[in-house]
């Protein structure tokens, strides 16, 4: 059974509950991602929601006619192919329902391999389709993302504008917005994309490392250097670098990748001649670079240097209802790769994950549908399952929720400056969710700071 | 001629592990007690409604008789006499008590 190529949601309006979820883990199973409708009503709000192109339509719902609803269906987006599933066998309705525009016609019973096949060839003839000249809805959604919403349109049209070009790109968004994947869409669609994509976090790299790990070193330049080191920046000839967290790399380091970027010539620490490199750059921060650089943390020559094309991610909760869908895909896979059951999400749940704030954003809803799938059984996400701390405001794990209390002057009297520092760096991490870069803003010092002692404290439990 | 028959509902039954089959088997047990009152309803059109609905639910799960007896109660639909449709629908309930029975007992062996 192939996997869908694209991202669309497959639509199922069946009334009879046991054959809704028959239907939905038969699709789910074959790797489809599935919303589920028992009403005319739910089926045409869920329609307008996911766009869904292809639609599996029984005709006799308690609501209104199927044909009716097809007749909306095909009215309001041409180029949707409707299944119809029946219990009716008779020649007259299917000719009926053919006439209509529906593209295929199933006899209830029909077993599994006839409803995949069913919807594979629906797929299959939206894609050779002359009458849709953009081909299926999500047809220009660059991979991996998934999103139908317009703010993402807008980042993929972008995407793809400067993929073309050699301009620097400089990303910006939330934590967990996809930011490298942002990065690895512009080089997959640029001519560079059969060339190295060297990503490098400069957040969690310590300082004095950096720069080695960047322009690279020469055996025996400083103590520990056993053997040549190539730099991502070589690493990356021919290809694309991508500097996450640019915004957390020290200044003097800022000085030599501006002159890497004048120049376009690398010196690796311990060379005495530059190095000739072909290479894109793509960054990204989470911070607001430009404010990086009014409080005179980010160099403003580099900044105007690789701030050629901006791309702003839009966080999660400004996405429409893309949270829904990226949960429906991910879920089905996630399933798949646990062993679970699970084929979509409770009308409830869906409701709830688009009130959601989600501060950690992408990222954050991974980890609620894997702990969800790990530790329960489908065939539906239902918000019992879902992790307790959700529901707060915090990004996960929230910290003050009543089994660690709000740290208070009283936890810190009598504790020497070091005990009190420590104290107050692991109650910021805990409160963004163990980031480091997170935790560094709110307690204004750079993340490599904190890499630093968090570093020292494990290598002091460590026994010698 | 068991009421469900049992390669049907475990060709269903693997499409997912344990919780599916629980979850479906329930569903069917709760649709089919639905239908047993819907197929005999005083409102012809809920009925006759129910009677389709069980066609295709019957069929799909492998109840076999109980689907033929519903294909027959549907296609004969408003010609049928009101006596005929009595015998047909209590036949049809019959039929449904037999398919929630073994329902009931294809639930019991996924505990024991």
């Given at each position: 059974?192939?996997a869908?190529?694209?991202?669309?949601?497959i639509?199922?309006i069946?009334?009879t509950p046991s054959?809704?979820?028959?239907?939905?883990?038969?699709?789910?199973r074959a790797?489809f991602?599935v919303a589920?409708c028992?009403?005319?009503?739910?089926g045409?709000?869920a329609f307008?929601?996911h766009?869904s192109?292809?639609?599996?339509?029984?005709l006799m719902?308690?609501d209104?006619s199927?044909?009716?609803v097809?007749?909306d269906?095909?009215?309001?987006q041409p180029q949707?192919?409707?299944?119809?599933?029946?219990?009716n066998?008779?020649i007259?309705?299917a000719?009926?329902?053919?006439?209509?525009?529906?593209h295929e016609?199933l006899?209830k019973p029909?077993?599994?391999?006839?409803?995949?096949a069913?919807?594979?060839n629906?797929?299959?003839?939206?894609r050779h389709?002359?009458a849709?000249p953009k081909g299926p809805?999500?047809?220009?959604v660059?991979?991996?993302f998934?999103?139908?919403?317009r703010?993402?349109?807008a980042?993929y049209?972008k995407?793809?504008?400067?993929a073309?070009?050699?301009a620097?790109?400089f990303?910006t968004?939330e934590?967990?917005t996809?930011k490298e994947?942002?990065?690895?869409a512009?080089h997959?669609?640029?001519?560079?994309a059969a060339g190295p994509f060297i990503?490098?976090?400069?957040?969690?790299i310590p300082?004095?490392?950096?720069e080695?790990?960047v322009?690279?070193?020469?055996?025996?330049?400083?103590?520990?250097?056993?053997s040549d080191k190539?730099?991502?920046?070589?690493?990356?000839?021919?290809g694309?670098?991508?500097l996450?967290?640019i915004?957390?790399m020290d200044l003097?380091l800022?000085t030599?990748?501006?002159?890497?970027?004048?120049?376009?010539?690398i010196?690796p620490v311990?060379?005495?001649k530059?190095?000739?490199?072909?290479v894109?750059?793509i960054?990204?921060?989470?911070?607001?670079p430009?404010?990086e650089?009014?409080r005179?943390?980010f160099?403003?020559?580099?900044?105007y240097?690789?701030?050629?094309?901006?791309?702003h991610l839009?966080?999660?909760?400004?996405r429409?209802?893309?949270?829904?869908?990226i949960?429906?895909r991910?879920?089905v896979q996630?399933?798949?790769e646990e062993?679970?059951?699970?084929?979509?999400i409770?009308p409830?749940v869906?409701?709830?994950?688009?009130?959601l704030?989600w501060?950690g954003?992408v990222r954050?809803?991974i980890?609620?549908?894997?702990?969800v799938?790990?530790?329960h059984d489908?065939?539906?996400?239902?918000?019992?399952?879902l992790?307790?701390?959700?529901l707060?405001?915090?990004?996960v794990?929230?910290a003050?929720?009543g089994?660690r209390p709000?740290l208070t002057?009283?936890?810190?009297?009598g504790?020497?400056?070091?005990e009190?520092e420590r104290?107050?760096i692991?109650d910021?991490?805990?409160?963004?969710g163990?980031?480091?870069?997170?935790?560094?803003?709110e307690l204004?010092?750079?993340?490599?700071?904190l890499y630093r002692k968090?570093?020292?404290?494990?290598?002091a439990?460590r026994?010698? | 001629m068991?009421?469900?028959?049992p390669a049907i509902?475990?060709q269903?039954f693997a499409?997912g592990?344990?919780?599916?089959?629980?979850a479906?088997?329930?569903q069917?047990r709760e649709d089919f007690t639905?239908?047993?009152?819907a197929?005999?309803?005083a409102?012809?059109t809920?009925?006759?409604r129910?009677?389709?609905?069980?066609k295709?639910?019957a069929?799909?799960?492998?109840a076999?008789?109980?689907?033929?007896?519903?294909?027959r109660?549907?296609?004969m639909?408003?010609?049928?006499?009101?006596?005929?449709?009595?015998v047909?629908v209590?036949g049809?309930?019959?039929?449904?008590?037999s398919v929630l029975?073994a329902l009931t007992?294809t639930?019991?062996?996924?505990?024991?």
């Amino acid at each position: 059974m192939t996997a869908p190529a694209s991202s669309d949601t497959i639509l199922l309006i069946e009334d009879t509950p046991s054959l809704q979820m028959i239907y939905a883990a038969a699709l789910g199973r074959a790797g489809f991602a599935v919303a589920a409708c028992g009403t005319a009503a739910e089926g045409m709000a869920a329609f307008r929601r996911h766009k869904s192109t292809v639609v599996l339509l029984d005709l006799m719902l308690p609501d209104r006619s199927g044909l009716d609803v097809m007749h909306d269906l095909l009215a309001a987006q041409p180029q949707t192919r409707v299944i119809v599933i029946t219990a009716n066998g008779s020649i007259n309705k299917a000719v009926e329902m053919m006439r209509a525009g529906a593209h295929e016609f199933l006899v209830k019973p029909f077993d599994d391999q006839r409803l995949i096949a069913a919807v594979e060839n629906a797929r299959k003839a939206l894609r050779h389709s002359p009458a849709d000249p953009k081909g299926p809805a999500d047809s220009s959604v660059p991979a991996p993302f998934i999103g139908q919403s317009r703010a993402m349109r807008a980042v993929y049209a972008k995407i793809g504008s400067v993929a073309r070009s050699m301009a620097s790109v400089f990303i910006t968004g939330e934590s967990g917005t996809g930011k490298e994947l942002c990065a690895e869409a512009v080089h997959q669609q640029s001519a560079r994309a059969a060339g190295p994509f060297i990503a490098l976090n400069c957040g969690a790299i310590p300082v004095d490392l950096l720069e080695s790990e960047v322009f690279g070193h020469l055996r025996g330049s400083f103590t520990g250097a056993i053997s040549d080191k190539l730099g991502a920046a070589a690493a990356a000839d021919g290809g694309t670098l991508f500097l996450d967290e640019i915004c957390e790399m020290d200044l003097n380091l800022q000085t030599k990748l501006l002159r890497f970027l004048q120049t376009s010539t690398i010196t690796p620490v311990g060379a005495t001649k530059p190095r000739k490199v072909d290479v894109r750059i793509i960054c990204a921060t989470n911070r607001n670079p430009l404010e990086e650089v009014r409080r005179g943390r980010f160099r403003e020559d580099l900044y105007y240097r690789l701030h050629v094309v901006p791309i702003h991610l839009p966080p999660l909760r400004e996405r429409d209802d893309d949270v829904n869908e990226i949960a429906e895909r991910l879920v089905v896979q996630m399933a798949r790769e646990e062993g679970r059951d699970f084929v979509g999400i409770a009308p409830r749940v869906r409701d709830l994950f688009r009130s959601l704030p989600w501060p950690g954003n992408v990222r954050q809803l991974i980890n609620v549908l894997r702990n969800v799938v790990v530790l329960h059984d489908g065939p539906m996400v239902t918000a019992d399952m879902l992790p307790p701390d959700l529901l707060g405001d915090r990004p996960v794990p929230v910290a003050h929720n009543g089994e660690r209390p709000a740290l208070t002057l009283g936890d810190l009297t009598g504790r020497t400056l070091a005990e009190i520092e420590r104290i107050v760096i692991e109650d910021a991490l805990i409160r963004h969710g163990d980031s480091i870069p997170r935790a560094a803003r709110e307690l204004d010092v750079s993340a490599s700071t904190l890499y630093r002692k968090r570093d020292a404290w494990d290598k002091a439990k460590r026994p010698q | 001629m068991p009421a469900i028959d049992p390669a049907i509902l475990a060709q269903l039954f693997a499409m997912g592990g344990d919780s599916l089959r629980v979850a479906l088997c329930a569903q069917l047990r709760e649709d089919f007690t639905r239908l047993h009152g819907a197929v005999a309803s005083a409102d012809a059109t809920e009925a006759a409604r129910a009677t389709h609905e069980v066609k295709g639910l019957a069929g799909t799960v492998g109840a076999l008789r109980l689907a033929e007896l519903a294909r027959r109660l549907d296609s004969m639909g408003a010609d049928l006499a009101a006596e005929a449709r009595l015998v047909l629908v209590a036949g049809l309930r019959s039929e449904i008590d037999s398919v929630l029975q073994a329902l009931t007992m294809t639930e019991g062996s996924f505990c024991a």
